[in-house]
T-cell receptor, first 113, second 111 residues
């Protein structure tokens, strides 16, 4: 399966700031996704990162808060904008190739002070 | 909402088989059942998936009932490293990319 690298692995940020999380894959993939896992909770899909076009967001998530880029078939970024303590979560990237199962990175642990 | 129901927690002795049940009574004919697990501080790990036949790989076996309304993930010889939250997921047939994670089963393997 593809090797997925997320950067940073963790960060502590001040409220009101923004952080961009990177997801790099070692091979070309069909689909890339971004999930959020709030403390003690399960994973929630934020959006599908579409190569060369705007991301497809799930209900409750908007582009102004979580802008996403996917410039090519191996890389995507998620920005968490104007952060507040409620944004403290683990943010995970996942990928799939063709109709193969999704595989996940180890996530970015974000704490907002 | 997740289309599956799992017990919140289970225990298993090391070396014994861990049998994790999942109910998916509303599954439709062409929807697969996927299993993932999440070990603390890691991203979810794909385990296995199936449609209607039983499946086996190097990690686990998946037993799907004939009516497909439930399934069981079997870890044949559980180890301490299998302690994790196990998720049973049925993606939507019209959007199989969309994984909806429920609360899963927290499996504790003890010595």
């Amino acid at each position: 399966s593809a090797v997925i690298s997320q950067k940073p692995s963790r960060d502590i940020c001040q409220r009101g700031t923004s952080l961009t999380i990177q997801c790099q894959v070692d091979s070309q993939v069909t689909m890339m996704f971004w999930y959020r896992q709030q403390p003690g909770q399960s994973l929630t899909l934020i959006a599908t990162a579409n190569q060369g076009s705007e991301a497809t967001y799930e209900s409750g998530f908007v582009i102004d808060k979580f802008p996403i880029s996917r410039p090519n078939l191996t890389f995507s970024t998620l920005t968490v904008s104007n952060m507040s303590p409620e944004d403290s979560s683990i943010y995970l990237c996942s990928v799939s190739i063709g109709n193969q199962p999704q595989h996940f990175g180890d996530g970015t642990r974000l704490s907002i002070l | 909402d997740a289309k599956t129901t799992q017990p919140p927690s289970m225990d298993c002795a090391e070396g014994r088989a861990a049998n994790l049940p999942c109910n998916h009574s509303t599954i439709s004919g062409n929807e697969y059942v996927y299993w993932y697990r999440q070990i603390h501080s890691q991203g979810p790990q794909y385990i296995i998936h199936g449609l209607k036949n039983n499946e086996t790989n190097e990690m686990a076996s998946l037993i799907i009932t004939e009516d497909r309304k439930s399934s069981t993930l079997i870890l044949p010889h559980a180890t301490l490293r299998d302690t994790a939250v196990y998720y049973c997921i049925v993606p939507l047939s019209y959007n199989t990319d969309k994984l909806i994670f429920g609360t899963g089963t927290r499996l504790q393997v003890f010595p």
